[in-house]
């Protein structure tokens, strides 16, 4: 997974934090929205300018983060 092609941080955007493709949808959103029960089917009808694939780069992102490899490149 490209992940770097996926999630984003801009210093300026949503206070530096990890965002889906430059958008203000923080990875941590796409996260809580799970861990609240959401399915990946309600996130993308809630917020259509999201793709199935931006889901699965916040799971790789967020995998990739706790193991300490996550590597991002600034937009």
Do not use: N, Y
């Not at 997974?1 to 796409?30: F, L």
């Amino acid at each position: 997974m490209d992940i770097a092609g996926r999630i984003t941080i801009e210093p300026g955007k949503r206070g530096g934090r990890a965002c889906v493709r430059g958008m203000r949808i923080t990875v941590a959103d796409v996260l809580g929205w799970l861990a609240q029960g959401q399915s990946v089917a309600d996130i993308l009808a809630d917020f259509p300018e999201l793709e199935p694939e931006d889901v699965s780069a916040c799971l790789a992102f967020a995998a990739e983060r706790e193991r300490g490899t996550a590597t991002v490149h600034a937009a």
